[in-house]
Antibody, heavy 122, light 109 residues
Framework: QLQLQESGPGLVKPSETLSLTCTVS??????????WGWIRQPPGKGLEWIGS???????YYNPSLKSRVTISMDTSKNQFSLRLSSVTAADTAVFYC??????????????WGQGTLVTVSS | QSALTQPPSASGSPGQSVTISCTGT?????????VSWYQQHPGKAPKLMIY???KRPSGVPDRFSGSKSGNTASLTVSGLQAEDEADYYC?????????FGGGTRLTVL
């Protein structure tokens, strides 16, 4: 059974960089059948796609976040990561990692991590 | 890119049917047959319910169905059950990006 687990600091100071890692077990992130993504959800609000990565080389970012986001993969650890720079309180959210199907159309996320709350505060 | 438009709330009695709309543009919903729907219970991760407009993943009850007309996609839940009470989100491919709807809270009366 595929499992995804987010990890990283739960508290980040304004203007600093948020860094999260998603560890995948029960499957390989190098598989050509899947891609991997990050989605966030501010408290009490809706879902927002942050970006997705495929094969460690092909990456799409949400245009509204593109200048501040970096997504990368470490196939040796079966992990992929998110970095979001210059954070403000508006970046406070539950961050989810997920597995996607059909990279060509950024199709459905069929497995999700449990989510991790990151609060931006001094 | 702008979020897809969903009604903030919907409701129905047990056994009834309810339909949730998801309106976009010709650059997302109207331009591609890659609309997905997710169910999210409080404090839980979203769960995929519908993909490619009207396909159901294994294990999702056939009470859930999807459709699309023009720039609007719809999720219909038939034979409402108490466990269907949750937030529902649509998403659509938007040309090298993905956009979600604002979410609809479904209440089972």
């Amino acid at each position: 059974q595929l499992q995804l687990q987010e990890s990283g600091p739960g508290l980040v100071k304004p203007s600093e960089t948020l860094s999260l890692t998603c560890t995948v077990s029960g499957g390989s992130i190098s598989s050509s059948y899947y891609y991997w993504g990050w989605i966030r959800q501010p408290p009490g609000k809706g879902l927002e796609w942050i970006g997705s990565i495929y094969y460690g080389e092909r990456i799409y970012y949400n245009p509204s976040l593109k200048s501040r986001v970096t997504i990368s993969m470490d196939t040796s650890k079966n992990q992929f990561s998110l970095r979001l720079s210059s954070v403000t309180a508006a970046d406070t959210a539950v961050f989810y990692c997920a597995r996607g199907r059909n990279w060509n159309y950024l199709e459905r996320f069929d497995y999700w991590g449990q989510g991790t709350l990151v609060t931006v505060s001094s | 890119q702008s979020a897809l438009t969903q009604p903030p709330s919907a409701s129905g009695s047990p056994g009834q049917s309810v339909t949730i709309s998801c309106t976009g543009t010709s650059s997302d919903v109207g331009g591609y047959n890659y609309v997905s729907w997710y169910q999210q219970h409080p404090g839980k991760a979203p769960k995929l319910m519908i993909y490619e407009v009207n396909k159901r993943p294994s294990g999702v009850p056939d009470r859930f169905s999807g459709s699309k007309s023009g720039n609007t996609a719809s999720l219909t839940v038939s034979g409402l059950q108490a466990e269907d009470e949750a937030d529902y989100y649509c998403s659509s491919y938007a040309g090298s990006s993905l956009v979600f709807g604002g979410g609809t809270r479904l209440t089972v009366l």
